[in-house]
């Protein structure tokens, strides 16, 4: 049920969404840009940076995700997500007090046991706010909050990392999270819903999508893409530092650029066109992100290829973007595979999915392929590791492209 409220405070509401994915990717994705000098202080090779980047977040992250959004279906979603907002905030400044490979894994997992109750309920908010011929634009603007939120932690964590140290890095952008939390608290109000969501069961929301092809199709497909998106998001400062010899500062700049142009492009782009081409065919929220990810893999291969800074920098502008247009379509889709009072536990048990395999195994797979392929390629390891990972775009354009048709006949209005 959408609940009696203002336009301005819908997006009021919109707005401490966004900002609080916003630092939900600062957190996730700073490890990223602070890689190098982790590495180098840590002793880590580029298997266990991966762990770090990919496992050791997504473990608890992925499977906490759904018991969370089941609480937030039963009580209130605005609490579940302030006090995801606080721990994972806390556990951010944590890492700054690493001392080694295990320290930093623990701290990793306690940054996605915070991160797992934050975005499914974020979902549910925004499909009980606004209205079904708005919500791919809504998830959209909330979907910023990834590339805003990548860039940011790309910039702010390589300014602190320059002038300071690493560790910093972590603590600042920690307690900036911590403060946030109580202000998101008095803000957002929980929607009124009916009676009825405190008495849906797991079991009933498992047994609705199992029996949905498009949903499996979907959620495979958005794990697949995944796989390359979270393990460019890591690798690609590296990348810029080993194979184009940029040092920290200038690869902060060259990447938040592609993300904030790029990514905002894309999430927008993805949640306009739709809003217009699924109002004429269910089926074309699967299409449009198929299409994308087509479209993105030559241009990817020929920005890792180009040898040229400006070069890349242009040729990445455009995959960077196409890579980020299937969330407002697909996440949508997912909010109308079950009845409202479901959404949230919904959406979790696809990030379960599309988390645990594309953040768990992203970074590790191209941690392990460039560590494989050092003997034979030395610092261009890296860069063959990623022209190899493409292949998952080419997988996940192929699961989206079998969704579109089951996905009309699946959907709940």
Request: glycine share 10%.
């Given at each position: 049920?959408?609940?009696?409220a203002?336009?301005?405070?819908r997006f009021?509401?919109?707005?401490?969404l966004?900002?609080v994915?916003t630092?939900?990717?600062?957190?996730?994705?700073?490890?990223?840009?602070l890689?190098g000098?982790?590495?180098?202080e840590?002793?880590?090779?580029?298997t266990r940076l991966?762990?770090?980047?990919?496992?050791?977040?997504?473990?608890l992250?992925?499977?906490?995700?759904?018991?969370l959004?089941?609480?937030?279906?039963r009580?209130?979603r605005?609490?579940?997500i302030t006090?995801?907002?606080?721990v994972?905030?806390?556990?951010?400044?944590?890492?700054g007090?690493a001392?080694?490979?295990?320290s930093?894994?623990?701290?990793r997992?306690?940054?996605?046991?915070?991160?797992a109750g934050g975005?499914?309920?974020?979902y549910?908010?925004?499909?009980?706010y606004f209205?079904?011929?708005?919500?791919?634009?809504?998830?959209?603007?909330?979907?910023?909050?990834?590339?805003?939120?990548a860039?940011?932690?790309?910039?702010?964590?390589?300014?602190?990392?320059?002038r300071v140290?690493?560790?910093m890095?972590?603590?600042v952008v920690?307690?900036?999270?911590?403060?946030i939390a109580?202000?998101?608290r008095?803000?957002?109000?929980?929607?009124a819903?009916?009676?009825?969501?405190a008495?849906?069961p797991?079991a009933?929301?498992f047994?609705?999508?199992?029996?949905k092809r498009?949903?499996?199709?979907?959620?495979?497909g958005?794990?697949s893409?995944s796989m390359?998106?979270?393990?460019f998001?890591?690798?690609?400062?590296?990348l810029?530092?080993?194979?184009?010899?940029?040092?920290?500062t200038?690869?902060?700049w060259?990447?938040?650029?592609v993300?904030?142009i790029?990514g905002?492009?894309?999430?927008?782009?993805?949640g306009?066109?739709?809003?217009r081409l699924?109002?004429?065919?269910?089926?074309?929220?699967?299409?449009?992100?198929?299409?994308?990810?087509?479209?993105?893999?030559p241009l990817?291969?020929?920005?890792?290829?180009?040898?040229?800074?400006?070069?890349?920098f242009?040729?990445?502008?455009?995959?960077?973007?196409l890579?980020y247009?299937?969330l407002?379509?697909?996440l949508t889709?997912?909010?109308h595979?079950?009845?409202?009072?479901m959404?949230?536990?919904a959406?979790a048990?696809?990030l379960?999915i599309n988390n645990?395999?594309g953040i768990g195994?992203?970074?590790?797979?191209l941690g392990a392929?460039?560590d494989?392929?050092?003997?034979r390629?030395?610092?261009a390891a890296?860069?063959?590791a990623m022209l190899a990972a493409?292949?998952?775009y080419?997988?996940?354009?192929l699961l989206?492209a079998?969704a579109?048709?089951?996905l009309?006949?699946?959907?709940?209005?």
């Amino acid at each position: 049920m959408t609940a009696p409220a203002s336009r301005r405070y819908r997006f009021a509401i919109l707005a401490m969404l966004l900002l609080v994915y916003t630092f939900n990717f600062i957190d996730r994705q700073i490890l990223g840009i602070l890689a190098g000098p982790i590495k180098a202080e840590l002793a880590l090779s580029d298997t266990r940076l991966g762990l770090l980047g990919g496992l050791a977040f997504a473990i608890l992250y992925s499977t906490m995700a759904v018991p969370l959004a089941l609480l937030a279906d039963r009580t209130s979603r605005s609490w579940v997500i302030t006090g995801s907002l606080a721990v994972w905030s806390g556990f951010t400044a944590l890492c700054g007090a690493a001392t080694g490979f295990w320290s930093m894994f623990l701290a990793r997992l306690g940054v996605g046991v915070g991160e797992a109750g934050g975005v499914a309920p974020s979902y549910a908010l925004i499909a009980d706010y606004f209205p079904p011929g708005e919500r791919a634009r809504a998830l959209a603007v909330y979907s910023l909050g990834i590339p805003l939120g990548a860039a940011l932690g790309v910039l702010f964590g390589a300014w602190i990392a320059v002038r300071v140290d690493w560790r910093m890095a972590f603590v600042v952008v920690g307690l900036a999270g911590v403060v946030i939390a109580p202000l998101f608290r008095l803000v957002v109000r929980e929607p009124a819903r009916p009676a009825v969501d405190a008495r849906v069961p797991m079991a009933q929301v498992f047994r609705i999508l199992a029996a949905k092809r498009s949903f499996w199709l979907l959620a495979l497909g958005a794990a697949s893409s995944s796989m390359l998106g979270y393990g460019f998001a890591f690798w690609f400062p590296q990348l810029l530092q080993r194979s184009f010899g940029l040092d920290l500062t200038h690869t902060s700049w060259f990447y938040g650029g592609v993300l904030l142009i790029g990514g905002t492009a894309g999430v927008l782009g993805g949640g306009l066109l739709g809003d217009r081409l699924g109002s004429r065919d269910r089926a074309n929220f699967a299409r449009l992100p198929a299409w994308a990810f087509v479209l993105a893999v030559p241009l990817f291969a020929a920005g890792i290829l180009s040898g040229s800074v400006p070069l890349a920098f242009a040729l990445f502008l455009i995959p960077q973007a196409l890579a980020y247009v299937w969330l407002g379509p697909v996440l949508t889709a997912v909010q109308h595979l079950v009845p409202a009072p479901m959404r949230a536990t919904a959406s979790a048990s696809f990030l379960l999915i599309n988390n645990l395999v594309g953040i768990g195994g992203g970074t590790f797979v191209l941690g392990a392929l460039s560590d494989g392929l050092t003997a034979r390629y030395g610092s261009a390891a890296l860069s063959y590791a990623m022209l190899a990972a493409l292949v998952f775009y080419l997988l996940a354009a192929l699961l989206m492209a079998l969704a579109a048709r089951p996905l009309r006949a699946d959907w709940v209005e």
